[in-house]
């Protein structure tokens, strides 16, 4: 009997310890995928559509330049690359997302909430997210910089 009720206390206590656990792992990856910013330390670190954009729009001295200083370049591939989500119920190729400019539509954004346009270009209805989102997750990235440099 006392072996029956050593073995029903260990099934418990481990029972516990694994939910215990599963509950802080989902709670990390909600966290993580709720604010996932993407540091680059170089130019090949970036999404393909900055990466195309970048080699489209900016001069090779400019491309030099990005290509030094980490941070520009991570906050730039955020605008170009995560600023935005194309929005539901449309089938998104991934030539269709690297064609995507988000510097297009600075205009469009609101300060407090989200706007989707149609992009032309794309065929695609795109959510941009709002100034304050895309202010908070610029800091996120200065404030990754500054820990990653005090080291």
């Not at 989902?26 to 170089?42: D, N, R, Y």
């Not at 205009?107 to 304050?132: C, H, I």
Request: aromatic content about 10%.
């Amino acid at each position: 009997m006392k072996v029956i009720v050593e073995i029903i206390l260990k099934h418990t206590a481990m029972k516990t310890t694994i939910t215990i656990l599963a509950s802080l792992w989902i709670g990390l990856v909600g966290f993580s995928q709720a604010s996932t910013v993407t540091l680059v330390q170089k130019f090949t670190d970036c999404a393909p559509v900055t990466q195309r954009l970048i080699q489209a729009n900016f001069t090779p001295q400019e491309q030099f330049d990005l290509e030094t200083d980490s941070r520009k370049l991570s906050k730039l591939n955020y605008v170009m690359a995560q600023s935005y989500r194309f929005a539901d119920n449309q089938m998104v190729l991934r030539s269709q997302r690297q064609l995507f400019d988000a510097k297009a539509y600075e205009s469009y954004r609101k300060k407090d909430r989200r706007v989707t346009v149609f992009d032309s270009v794309t065929g695609l209805y795109v959510e941009l997210y709002s100034w304050n989102e895309m202010d908070a997750q610029l800091s996120l990235i200065d404030t990754q910089y500054d820990i990653v440099s005090s080291k």
